[in-house]
Each structure stands twice: as structure tokens, then as C-alpha cells.
Nanobody, 126 residues
Framework: QVQLVESGGGLVQAGGSLRLSCAAS????????MGWFRQGPGKEREIVAA????????YYADSVKGRFTISRDNAKNAVYLQMKSLKPEDTGVYYC???????????????????WGQGTQVTVSS
């Protein structure tokens, strides 16, 4: 059974930092695109960042560029999201997602993710 388990969320003041982690089990995702999505209160789900299997190619939503960094550790079957200079509009539930295709070559932002976790709450106070 495939599981993606997010951790690291919490309450932080504006300008603060958080590091989200996602641990995958049930299969390896070392050759798959992985990403982070979020859904804020009253907002639609949106992609935040994505990373190809090599870790070299990444994508960021314009709203988080320069503040968030996605990384992965294929040996640990894990993906991370370092978030800095957090803003109240970053508040939401953050989900880790994984693509089932091996060595997917399509657009990172257009990836259709097939697996996702339960999410972790991030709340940024002003």
C-alpha cells in the first residue's frame, strides 16, 4: 500500500520559516516526479513546487519563487519543502504528491499526480 506522510507543518509568524517533509512508503519514487500542493481557506488547490527524479529540474509557482525550495532524498524516498519569509497568504493545507510515471518528461507544472498524502496544516499569522 502506497503511503505519503507529510510532517513539519505548524503555526508560525509572518517572516518565519518551516520545513515540510514527506516520507513515502509502499513503493519507491526515486524515478518519479514529486511535488507539493496547497489549499488555502476558501481557495482552490494549487501546485506550489515540483521536482524531477534527478533533483536538478524544479518548478515553483510564481507566488513562492525565491522563498520556497523543494528538494528530495531518493535514498530515503522523501521530498522536502523549505519555506522561508512566510506570508499569511501561504496559510493552508500542504499536500505531498507523486506521479506514477517513471522518468516522466512532461512539464513539471502540468504533471498529473496519482498519489497524495493526508496533508499538513501551515498557518502563518500576521
Amino acid at each position: 500500500q502506497v503511503q505519503l506522510v507529510e510532517s513539519g507543518g505548524g503555526l508560525v509568524q509572518a517572516g518565519g520559516s518551516l520545513r515540510l517533509s514527506c516520507a513515502a512508503s509502499g513503493r519507491t519514487f526515486s524515478r518519479n516526479i514529486m511535488g507539493w500542493f496547497r489549499q488555502g481557506p476558501g481557495k482552490e488547490r494549487e501546485i506550489v513546487a515540483a521536482i524531477r527524479w534527478s533533483g536538478v529540474s524544479t518548478y515553483y509557482a510564481d507566488s513562492v519563487k525565491g522563498r520556497f525550495t523543494i528538494s528530495r532524498d531518493n535514498a530515503k524516498n522523501a521530498v522536502y519543502l523549505q519555506m522561508k519569509s512566510l506570508k499569511p497568504e501561504d496559510t493552508g493545507v500542504y499536500y505531498c504528491e507523486a506521479d506514477s510515471k517513471i522518468y516522466g518528461m512532461g512539464s513539471l507544472s502540468g504533471t498529473e499526480f496519482n498519489f497524495w498524502g493526508q496533508g499538513t496544516q501551515v498557518t502563518v499569522s500576521s
